[in-house]
């Protein structure tokens, strides 16, 4: 077998949606003996910048990929839920839970172990759960599901699972959309196809605001929005510029970009776990920062466009107060270090988004700009966030050295994929490289795309 067979042959397809379809439909009516009400989509994304920074308020620039999660859904009238998943790493065999009893994370721990609650063999059922309990309290009545509502559910899904482009958000966003369309008002008087044009941009908003809530409070993990945004919110051919802030989004077009440059994700086989303690723990220390800098949000004390000057004030202001601080038991050192990704992260961010914004830029100019820009954000996520992992740091040396523009790691890090930029002409022998890295390395096209939708 050739390099070019090596490579060729690890690409994971995104498959026809329409064939995607047909065989969920198909095992569906052989799962539970009576056809589905309809099939839905949602996007997995891939993010240029703005890693750790979604929960401070920072901008992200994240873009959907063609990749993401199906879900195959009828209605039930008991608030029961019987899920399937057809993800052989996750499948056990239908799972049944009473919509009835699911309860936050904060309250199960009244009743669990740390432990016990985060070796759950169905662990993966509280994305899917979390958003049925955060459906029947949204504010918007159009989109809110009623109190014994409930489904059964077969998933199936393009995206590699804990591979950092937020398959668990696609799950979540893709769950939505079915509950909408069987269980609430808009979906009643917008059939099928309707729903997605009736889903304007304030209620796919609203949308991500619930998604986010079932995986913070009911899944227990630290997230800020931008995946669930990112699913429901993106356009086809546009990168999102997110302002976390207030969830307020400009989409950029960037296919000028992709005519001579391609991104692609190498998924390193290597999952992460969000809900880890490592995760949390990086998260617990930049709030700690943030409360020494008695600040609300560590975007605001940024200007409003910073620079890396911006950036060594607060970090003198943080080491003036360090002295007389209390730390909460975090490691001061590292709370430094998480304050100074989270900052420069933002710088990139907002470097980037200006950038884009300059109706002259050059397509070389973007691309050595913003291959720059990765880089530097891989080394931070690797010397500051410390998320990073030998294998990511090996494909983006070795990225670089074959070359490409810019390589990253994305994602919440310890583990997931790392996001490459490369001219047109250097894929082939980029990828080939990257293959004899490790056996468990994919490819996956980064193609910005559409946001979640009815088939």
């Known amino acids: 077998m050739g390099p070019m067979s090596i490579s060729s042959s690890r690409w994971v397809s995104a498959g026809d949606p329409a064939s995607i379809a047909t ?3 198909d095992q569906f009516r052989v799962e539970y003996g009576r056809d589905s009400h309809g099939v839905w989509f949602a996007p997995g994304r891939a993010n240029l910048n703005g890693e750790h920074i979604d929960f401070h308020g920072g901008r992200c620039l994240p873009m959907a990929l063609a990749h993401g999660t199906y879900v195959a859904a009828a209605p039930r009238t008991d608030g029961v839920l019987r899920l399937r998943t057809l993800e052989s790493s996750l499948d056990s065999g239908p799972v049944e839970i009473d919509a009835d009893a699911v309860t936050p ?114 899944v227990g993990a630290g997230t800020g929005g931008l995946d669930q945004t990112t699913s429901l919110r993106s356009a086809e051919g546009k990168l999102i510029s997110l302002d976390c802030r207030d969830f307020t989004l400009t989409r950029v077009n960037i296919s000028f970009l992709l005519r001579g440059y391609r ?91 200006r950038h884009f914004a300059d109706e002259a830029r050059g397509v070389d100019h973007t691309a050595a700009d913003l291959g720059e820009t990765m880089t530097a954000g891989h080394n931070s996520m690797r010397e500051d966030a410390e998320v990073s992992f030998p294998l990511a740091d090996r494909i983006v040396d070795a990225a670089l050295r074959r070359g490409a523009t810019g390589a990253r790691l994305i994602g919440g890090g310890f583990g997931g994929s790392v996001l490459v930029l490369a001219p047109e002409a250097s894929v082939e022998q980029i990828t080939t490289t990257l293959a004899h890295l490790d056996a468990g390395i994919r490819f996956i096209e980064v193609v910005p795309s559409g946001p979640a939708h009815a088939l």
């Open 23 to 25: 065989m969920l439909t």
């Open 105 to 218: 994370a904060a309250d199960r721990q009244q009743h669990l172990s740390r432990a016990e609650d985060h070796d759950d063999a169905h662990s993966w059922t509280r994305y899917v759960s979390g958003v049925f309990w955060a459906l029947r309290q949204i504010e918007d009545p159009q989109l809110r599901i009623a109190a014994g509502f409930g489904a059964d559910i077969l998933i199936s899904s393009t995206l590699p699972i804990g591979g950092g482009l937020s398959s668990s958000a696609a799950l979540e966003c893709a769950t939505a959309l079915a509950c909408v369309a069987l269980g609430a008002p808009l979906g009643t008087d917008h059939p099928e196809e309707e729903l997605t044009r009736a889903l304007t941009d304030a209620r796919r908003a609203a949308l991500a605001a619930a998604c986010m809530r079932a995986e913070v409070e009911v």
């Open 263 to 353: 991104l692609f994700a190498v998924d390193t086989g290597q999952p992460h776990q969000l809900a880890a303690a490592a995760f949390g723990s990086r998260r617990a220390d930049s709030e700690v920062a943030m409360r020494i800098l008695s600040a609300d949000r560590l975007r605001d004390t940024l200007p409003a466009r910073p620079t890396l000057n911006d950036v060594d004030l607060v970090l003198a202001r943080f080491d003036e107060l360090a002295g007389t601080a209390d730390f909460a038991g975090r490691e001061p050192l590292a709370v430094r270090r998480r304050l100074r990704h989270a900052l420069t992260e933002m710088v990139r961010s907002e470097r980037l988004h």
